[in-house]
Each structure stands twice: as structure tokens, then as C-alpha cells.
């Protein structure tokens, strides 16, 4: 896959009329936002936006939220995956005495993408009270991912529980679906974003 482009799986029904309206929404994109193209694919991915260049949160989230509005009234679903989200960064490795970690990723399917990652923002402060959870590491992602909390321990199945119920309460009303996956021992590089961003949108390779 070529760095900088936003990639969109889609799932029927109805895929023809939501590939339909993402190639009516190019022109509006590529006057908006720094975005050279969009095309459909055939390959691992349905539709692609190619940017200018690795773009920062700001244009991505327009992006997404342009994509959950002309997805409106259609049953069809979307997930979305952005590579080469490398400009304007700061790399620092932290916690390396510590390297191993527990995450809980979530992959959210819009729409309403955006309302969804909008939502999750409030889940740590929904579990706040269990202190499990260490709320400044909760992070919006790109990748594979779309938004991840990192636990100070691993998590029972109570933990988890109350984490899915938190984070079904505030997704619900959004029309998106999601699925958690919770891993140990992942190693952790966080990607800080350099620029007047806030301080948790962080990326995590």
C-alpha cells in the first residue's frame, strides 16, 4: 500500500450507491482538504483517498466526518485505515524498562465513525471512578485501530466488562458498530503529534 492515502473497506448491502457517492464527494475533497485524488480500487481495499501528503488530524477527522454524512440513509457500512501518517511527529519511545504492555483497541465500523471516536473520548472518564484505566493514555489511532486504552494491569473479565459497557452506552446513539480486541504484551511506540493538536491524539505503531 502507497504511504499517504486513507483506505476504505465497505460492506454491503448497497455497495454500488455508497462507491457512487464517495466519487461525487471527490471534487468537494480535493477543493477542501489537501487530497490529490480519490479512486475506486480493486485489492484489499474498495475506495482510496490519495493526500497531498501524511496528513494531521485536522483534515482526517473533516474527511471522515464528509465520508459518515453522504454514507447517511444507506445500510451500508465502512471501516477506514490511513497509512503513512508520519509528518509533523515526534517519535519518543516511552516506558522502555516497561516495554510490554495491555492494550484495548477498538475498531469502530460508521458511520458515524466520527460521532463514535467523538463518544469513546468520554469513556475513561465514564470507568474513571474503577481506576483501571490510565485516562491520559486513552488515544485516537490510525491503522488498523481507531482508538486504544492502555490498562496499568491486565484486566479481569469484569474490567473488560465494564469497559464494553461504557463504551456501548456512548457509541449506541451514534449508529456505529465496533469490536474490541484486548492484548498483552504489546510493545509500545507512541507517535506524538507535533503540531496544536491535543496532547492524547497520539498514534500507536
Do not use: C
Amino acid at each position: 500500500m502507497q504511504e499517504n492515502t486513507t483506505n476504505l473497506r465497505i460492506y454491503g448491502p448497497q455497495m454500488p450507491a455508497a462507491i457512487e457517492r464517495l466519487h461525487n464527494l471527490e471534487e468537494k475533497v480535493v477543493a477542501e482538504l489537501p487530497i490529490e485524488r480519490g479512486e475506486i480500487n480493486i485489492g484489499k481495499y474498495d475506495y482510496i483517498y490519495h493526500w497531498e501528503k501524511a496528513p494531521t488530524p485536522e483534515p482526517l477527522l473533516t474527511l471522515i466526518e464528509y465520508i459518515d454524512d453522504i454514507f447517511t440513509g444507506l445500510p451500508t457500512r465502512y471501516s477506514i485505515t490511513t497509512e503513512g501518517y508520519h509528518s509533523r511527529r515526534l517519535t519518543a519511545e516511552l516506558d522502555r524498562r516497561g516495554s510490554h504492555t495491555t492494550f484495548s483497541f477498538v475498531r469502530i465500523h460508521g458511520p458515524s465513525i466520527s460521532k463514535a471516536l467523538r463518544a469513546i473520548e468520554k469513556v475513561v472518564e465514564d470507568v474513571e471512578t474503577t481506576s483501571t484505566i490510565q485516562s491520559l493514555k486513552s488515544s485516537v489511532l490510525v491503522g488498523e485501530q481507531d482508538y486504544a486504552f492502555e490498562w496499568d494491569h491486565y484486566p479481569t473479565v469484569d474490567e473488560i466488562h465494564n469497559l464494553l459497557a461504557s463504551i456501548d452506552k456512548l457509541v449506541e446513539p451514534t449508529g456505529a458498530l465496533y469490536k474490541t480486541s484486548t492484548l498483552k504484551n504489546v510493545y509500545r511506540t507512541e507517535k506524538v503529534i507535533d503540531d496544536h493538536t491535543s496532547d492524547n491524539l497520539m498514534a500507536f505503531l
